[in-house]
């Protein structure tokens, strides 16, 4: 994809979890929609093969402002981001709940669906297998060594993927199936 592009950044963890994307409200929720209410986009039947997808059974569409035909495909980036997003809202579910979405579903379709998300989560990270190293210190001055967490990581460039994603999303189309 011409959108990767690397780059090396230090992560924050702070001892005491705070930060935009922490915590419920309306600016916590616009910093998540940002990062993962991306629409899906739309590949040709080369790039699909390329990927070693299969378009004989992959959902094929045409794009309803061109007329271009080719396959609905999503960037699992963003699938992992809405998974890390609902296992936040459920662990504010009193505030989001009543708001409706996914963590108002019934109990069953909302535990199965946050058992799919953390097992998506699992497989990635699994896959990914981060090996960078954290050293430990006392920011607390309180005898209790805290990781280190702000070690170098090489990552790919989330806005650069993130903007591809938005310069190429496809609409849905009048005769394709909400998913």
């Given at each position: ?19 935009p994307f922490i915590g419920k ?155």
């Amino acid at each position: 994809m011409v959108a990767v592009k690397y780059e090396t950044q230090h992560f924050d963890l702070p001892p005491k979890a705070e930060g935009p994307f922490i915590g419920k409200g309306d600016d916590v929720d616009a910093r998540w929609d940002y990062i993962s209410a991306v629409g899906d986009t739309m590949i040709s039947r080369e790039e699909m093969i390329s990927l070693g997808l299969d378009p004989e059974t992959s959902l094929k569409i045409t794009d309803p402002r061109n007329g271009k035909p080719g396959y609905r495909v999503a960037i699992e980036m963003f699938h992992q981001l809405h998974c890390l997003n609902l296992l936040r809202q459920n662990a504010y579910k009193e505030y989001y709940a009543p708001l409706g979405g996914d963590t108002s579903a019934p109990p069953m379709e909302l535990r199965n669906h946050l058992d799919h998300c953390i097992d998506a989560l699992r497989q990635f990270v699994m896959c990914q297998g981060d090996i960078g190293v954290f050293s430990f210190n006392y920011p607390l001055s309180d005898g209790d060594p805290w990781p280190n967490y702000s070690t170098p990581h090489t990552c790919r460039n989330f806005e650069s993927i993130r903007q591809w994603a938005v310069d190429h999303t496809v609409p849905r189309g009048p005769d394709e199936p909400e998913h």
